[in-house]
């Protein structure tokens, strides 16, 4: 997630000082290629060719840079949405990888135990599934809270499995 908070930083900072680099982002070549990079870092996810690290880092990145290059246009000039999600996703990410993922292998038996809890209910819901979901509401701009909502939970369960995946180590 260092690089999804990197880059969600960054796309703020391009909005915030209007950088002319962002009529760049809205060129459908840009944006599609942004999208298809998505697809590929899921399908190497899923058939294991990268770690869960780098395939969620990754897929994110390239998710919020189609997202806002698509949507973009779609919407009138000055829509909070683009200026307030990206923080939100840095502040979301931040939260899950200082505050979970960093701190994991100093967990207590009882918090361990109660992340392997919450794996197992969650098992069904796997961050491939969340990250197919995100790329569907990509293609739904009409619903404008879909993808924040989607890649909500996409950085809350991918900050799940890694966790386990660390104590799983331990």
């Given at each position: 997630m260092p690089v999804f908070i990197?880059?969600?930083?960054?796309?703020t900072t391009l909005i915030e000082t209007h950088n002319p680099v962002?009529?760049?982002?809205?060129?459908?070549?840009?944006?599609?290629?942004?999208?298809?990079?998505?697809?590929?870092?899921?399908?190497?996810?899923?058939?294991?060719?990268?770690?869960?690290?780098?395939?969620?880092?990754?897929?994110a990145c390239a998710s919020l840079w189609a997202w806002y290059g698509y949507w973009k246009p779609l919407f009138s000039e000055g829509s909070p949405q683009f200026s307030v999600f990206p923080v939100y996703f840095a502040l979301l990410a931040a939260?899950?990888?200082?505050?979970?993922?960093?701190r994991s292998p100093r967990f207590d038996w009882e918090s361990q135990e109660t992340f392997r809890y919450f794996e197992t209910y969650l098992s069904r819901v796997t961050p491939g599934l969340i990250a197919a979901l995100v790329l569907v509401c990509l293609a739904l701009p009409e619903h404008y809270l879909s993808f924040p909502l989607a890649m909500t939970f996409?950085?809350?369960?991918?900050?799940?499995?890694?966790?386990?995946?660390i104590i799983d180590r331990l």
């Amino acid at each position: 997630m260092p690089v999804f908070i990197a880059c969600s930083l960054i796309l703020t900072t391009l909005i915030e000082t209007h950088n002319p680099v962002l009529p760049l982002l809205n060129l459908e070549a840009v944006w599609m290629s942004a999208a298809a990079i998505a697809a590929i870092f899921l399908l190497a996810g899923g058939f294991k060719r990268l770690s869960s690290a780098v395939w969620q880092d990754g897929f994110a990145c390239a998710s919020l840079w189609a997202w806002y290059g698509y949507w973009k246009p779609l919407f009138s000039e000055g829509s909070p949405q683009f200026s307030v999600f990206p923080v939100y996703f840095a502040l979301l990410a931040a939260l899950m990888l200082f505050g979970f993922i960093n701190r994991s292998p100093r967990f207590d038996w009882e918090s361990q135990e109660t992340f392997r809890y919450f794996e197992t209910y969650l098992s069904r819901v796997t961050p491939g599934l969340i990250a197919a979901l995100v790329l569907v509401c990509l293609a739904l701009p009409e619903h404008y809270l879909s993808f924040p909502l989607a890649m909500t939970f996409f950085i809350i369960r991918s900050a799940f499995q890694r966790c386990i995946e660390i104590i799983d180590r331990l």
